[in-house]
Antibody
Framework: QVQLQESGPGLVKPSETLSLTCTVS????????WTWIRQPPGKGLEWIGY???????TYNPSLESRVTISVDTSKNQFSLKLSSVIAADTAVYYC?????????????WGQGTMVTVSS | DIQMTQSPSSLSASVGDRVTITCRAS??????LNWYQEKPGKAPNLLIY???SLQSGVPSRFSGTGSGTDFTLTISSLQSEDSAIYYC?????????FGQGTKVEIK
């Protein structure tokens, strides 16, 4: 059974770059799309972007200028970088598998990691 | 972006009650509507996809209906373990967007 685990710093200073990694276990990262989603405290879910195992990406236009998602198939990992962070980027960040086909679903999620933007 | 609006924002019901949550899209999304359940400290869990298809492993008391702009999630007989926040999500167009959530509490 595929499992996902996010990792990275829990505290990032304003104007710096948030960096997170999602490790996929129990299955291969190949042949799937992978995504990042976040949830600010007390607020709803926001889709950040996704990447195909081949490296092609699609981002939320609201974040596109600051977001980079990359993949390392040799490590079965994909990563998120969000630059020039502000307090509003404080959130729980989830990685998930994104199934694209006759349906479009986030079918397996990581547990999430809290990232706080503060000096 | 397509806006997703859920109602109610919260509800309280007794074990065994029938519970209905609605989700409205700001434009037609055909049947590209998914429902997720989120419990404290846990990742969201997919319940329903394409408006009415039950995800594998999800209890049959959960069901979904709708198409176009109006959708519902129904729990036919509420159980104590169903206490959670429920989100709808449209997958019709990018960016995928979520409703603001409906908190279901057990009386």
């Amino acid at each position: 059974q595929v499992q996902l685990q996010e990792s990275g710093p829990g505290l990032v200073k304003p104007s710096e770059t948030l960096s997170l990694t999602c490790t996929v276990s129990g299955g291969s990262i190949s042949s799937y799309y992978w995504t990042w989603i976040r949830q600010p405290p007390g607020k709803g879910l926001e889709w950040i972007g996704y990447i195909y195992y081949s490296g092609s990406t699609t981002y939320n236009p609201s974040l596109e200028s600051r977001v980079t998602i990359s993949v390392d198939t040799s490590k079965n990992q994909f990563s998120l970088k969000l630059s020039s962070v502000i307090a509003a980027d404080t959130a729980v960040y989830y990685c998930a598998r994104y199934i694209i086909g006759s349906t479009y679903i986030f079918d397996v999620w990581g547990q999430g990691t809290m990232v706080t933007v503060s000096s | 972006d397509i806006q997703m609006t859920q109602s109610p924002s919260s509800l309280s019901a007794s074990v065994g009650d029938r519970v209905t949550i609605t989700c409205r899209a700001s434009q037609s999304i055909s049947s590209y509507l998914n429902w997720y359940q989120e419990k404290p400290g846990k990742a969201p869990n997919l319940l329903i996809y394409r408006a009415s298809s039950l995800q594998s492993g999800v209890p049959s008391r959960f069901s979904g209906t709708g198409s176009g702009t109006d959708f519902t999630l129904t729990i036919s007989s509420l159980q104590s373990e169903d206490s959670a926040i429920y989100y709808c999500q449209q997958s019709y167009s990018t960016p995928q967007t979520f409703g603001q959530g409906t908190k279901v509490e057990i009386k």
